[in-house]
């Protein structure tokens, strides 16, 4: 295909010039014909044009035909030109396609990468947080208080409006360790632990 195209772009390369020597041909003629006609005597131009042996307007004509030809062979040139120009900026847009689309990968392959590596950091992280700040597990510390008479009876269910806030059940309904941790700020002896 490529070499069918070298082909036809020489071979309208060859009759581009072929159109243009003859436009010039003419052109000269035409210009050799004015010149003697001008050199003539007054009455031998008026015998010349009488049967129109300087036939001026079939000059005309020829050099008017052979400039559209050539005109003809420009556009072919320039949209020649265009095309090739357009299939190398198509190939260059696809050669990029191809790397965004591999970048696009990569990116994503790093991204899903980091976010393991930092849940798994995170929930580390958390883990060693809660280990440092008690080693009591409060489902064990609720248990001890309600059996041990902290409370009694009539106050056990005192924290069931806990269950019923979003927050709350936006923390117990999450499926992933995104949010390991539900904080409980208050004053002291305001309730916490017999929430817990």
């Known amino acids: 295909m490529e070499q069918r195209r070298k082909n036809d772009?020489?071979?309208f390369e060859k009759d581009f010039r072929a159109q243009v020597v003859?436009?010039?041909v003419g052109i000269l003629v035409y210009q050799g014909t004015i010149i003697a006609h001008s050199k003539r005597h007054r009455i031998v131009q008026y015998a010349r044009a009488v049967p129109k042996v300087d036939d001026w307007s079939t000059l005309?004509?020829?050099?008017?035909?052979?400039?559209a030809e050539c005109r003809k062979f420009t556009r072919?040139?320039?949209?020649?030109?265009?095309r090739v120009r357009h299939w190398e900026l198509?190939?260059?847009l696809d050669q990029q396609d191809q790397q965004m689309e591999m970048l696009s990968r990569q990116i994503g392959d790093i991204h899903v990468q980091s976010e393991a590596l930092f849940s798994h950091a995170d929930w580390r992280e958390n883990t060693e947080i809660l280990d440092w700040v008690s080693?009591?597990?409060p489902g064990d510390d609720h248990t001890r208080i309600l059996e041990h008479g902290k409370l009694n009876s009539d106050y056990a269910n005192s924290g069931e409006w806990l269950f019923?806030?979003?927050e709350f059940q936006s923390w117990s309904s999450a499926d992933d360790d995104s949010q390991p941790v539900l904080w409980l700020p208050g004053p002291?002896?305001?309730g916490k632990s017999s929430l817990m």
Do not use: C, N, W
């Open 164 to 166: 019923s806030r979003p």
């Open 22 to 24: 003859k436009l010039y």
């Open 60 to 67: 005309l004509q020829d050099i008017m035909d052979a400039d």
């Open 135 to 137: 080693t009591t597990l």
């Open 90 to 92: 198509k190939d260059i």
């Open 188 to 190: 002291v002896g305001t």
């Open 9 to 11: 772009a020489v071979t």
């Open 76 to 82: 072919i040139f320039d949209s020649e030109e265009h």
